[in-house]
C-alpha cells in the first residue's frame, strides 16, 4: 500500500503502519486539528499524538504490540474536554478502520494472485506432462517403424 502511494517501505512494520497512518490519515487530521482549534504551537505534536493513536489502533488490530510515547499523550490528552475526545476517537476510528480495510483488501487480492499463480503453474506442469507423455509415444512410434 506504501509503494503504490510511491513511498519507500521499511523492514520496520511499525514504521510501515506510522507511515500508513500519515498516508490515509493527514488529510482527516487537518481537518480535526482545525475543528478543535488547535493552536500552531501545538500542531506538530498534535499530529503526531493523532497518527501515534491510529498505528496503535492499527497495530492491536493486527495483535502487534505497538509502542506509544506516554509523555505525548499525556500532554495532548491534558488539552482536549469530552467533546473533544469524542471527535479524536471518531476521528482515530476512521482512519484506522480505513486502513484495516484496505489491508484487508489488499491481502485479499495478494491471496487471489498466489492462487492464479499456483493454478497457472499447475495448468503449464499438466500441458508440459502431456506434451513430454506425446514426445515419448512419436519417438515409440518411430522405433516400431524403423524396426
Do not use: C, H, W
Not at 29 to 57: G, P, Q
Amino acid at each position: 500500500m506504501i509503494k503504490n502511494e510511491g513511498y519507500e517501505e521499511s523492514e520496520s512494520i511499525f514504521e510501515n503502519i506510522f507511515s500508513l497512518s500519515r498516508l490515509y490519515g493527514d488529510e482527516k487530521i487537518d481537518n480535526l486539528m482545525n475543528e478543535l482549534r488547535i493552536a500552531d504551537e501545538n500542531r506538530i505534536s498534535f499530529t503526531k499524538f493523532v497518527r501515534d493513536s491510529v498505528s496503535y489502533a492499527v497495530a492491536s488490530r493486527f495483535k502487534l504490540d505497538y509502542p506509544m510515547d506516554y509523555e505525548l499523550l499525556r500532554e495532548n490528552f491534558q488539552r482536549l474536554d469530552s467533546i473533544s475526545l469524542m471527535s479524536l476517537g471518531e476521528s482515530v476510528s476512521d482512519i484506522s478502520g480505513m486502513i484495516i480495510d484496505e489491508t484487508i483488501q489488499k491481502s485479499k487480492e495478494l491471496e487471489l494472485q498466489k492462487e492464479v499463480l499456483i493454478g497457472k503453474e499447475a495448468g503449464y506442469n499438466k500441458i508440459k506432462e502431456e506434451l513430454e507423455e506425446v514426445e515419448e509415444n512419436v519417438l515409440r512410434r518411430d522405433d516400431q517403424e524403423k524396426k
